[in-house]
Nanobody, 115 residues
Framework: VQLVESGGGLVQPGGSLRLSCAAS????????MSWYRQAPGKEREVVAV????????VYADSVKGRFTISRDSAKNTVYLQMNALKPEDTAVYYC?????????WGQGTQVTVSS
């Protein structure tokens, strides 16, 4: 199993970024995918989840209405569209998949929101 995030960077408050997580080594369409983030000195927290079948989504209250998680099974990729970014969104963002009893994580991508 391999998860590779990309798309992070430096953006001004109010700006947008789209993160991508390219997945391989498992049947992508069968599993829920999640985005997490970890800010300096804080615990890692879930941001958004999308199911495998049906593509239902769940969001943390802090990002509802601003972030959108989606997936493309043809590309084995999950996305996180982030709009109206705030300085408090600054963190390393990770994607995750749970297969059986094992959690697999990507290496993370840094998002910095600052003027």
């Amino acid at each position: 199993v391999q998860l590779v995030e990309s798309g992070g960077g430096l953006v001004q408050p109010g700006g947008s970024l789209r993160l991508s997580c390219a997945a391989s080594g498992f049947t992508f369409s069968s599993y829920a995918m999640s985005w997490y983030r970890q800010a300096p000195g804080k615990e890692r927290e879930v941001v958004a989840v999308i199911t495998g079948v049906g593509g239902r989504t769940v969001y943390a209250d802090s990002v509802k209405g601003r972030f959108t998680i989606s997936r493309d099974s043809a590309k084995n990729t999950v996305y996180l569209q982030m709009n109206a970014l705030k300085p408090e969104d600054t963190a390393v963002y990770y994607c995750k998949v749970v297969i059986g009893l094992t959690s697999y994580w990507g290496q993370g991508t840094q998002v910095t929101v600052s003027s």
